[in-house]
């Protein structure tokens, strides 16, 4: 029989929080384009040893109301705050990232700050 690997009890587990933000442009943007600008704002303000504590992680954006969501580990949610305010173009576009809200939970955050942008 095979053996599961054991998992790690809660307490031992990273804990993240979740980013709300809107994207505000010259033009729409892709997700691509969206996830890219997101790991070059990091990368380019923590550099290399801080975005891998801070663990960005994209988790999704909608395309028509020009909003997402990305992880962080909590204890550098600032800090990637930060980093996306500096983002001033994407692709040679202007744009700019707006930060609506943070929470510990997905669906916290859609009810709270994405829901006026018909997220459900």
Not at 14 to 41: L, M, S
Not at 54 to 59: D, E, L, M, N, S
Not at 65 to 74: A, F
Not at 81 to 102: D, M, Q, Y
């Amino acid at each position: 029989m095979k053996e599961r690997p054991k998992t790690l009890p809660p307490t031992l587990r990273d804990k993240h929080r979740y980013i709300a933000f809107q994207v505000i442009g010259e033009r729409t943007f892709t997700k691509d384009e969206i996830k890219r600008a997101i790991w070059e704002a990091s990368l380019s303000t923590l550099g290399t040893l801080g975005s891998a504590r801070a663990k960005p992680w994209f988790i999704k954006f909608n395309e028509k109301s020009q909003t997402g969501i990305v992880r962080v580990d909590r204890k550098h949610v600032e800090e990637l705050r930060f980093a996306l305010a500096l983002v001033t173009h994407i692709n040679g576009s202007k744009a700019i990232f707006r930060t609506l809200g943070v929470s510990g939970t997905i669906k916290r955050l859609k009810r709270k700050f994405l829901s006026e942008f018909g997220w459900k």
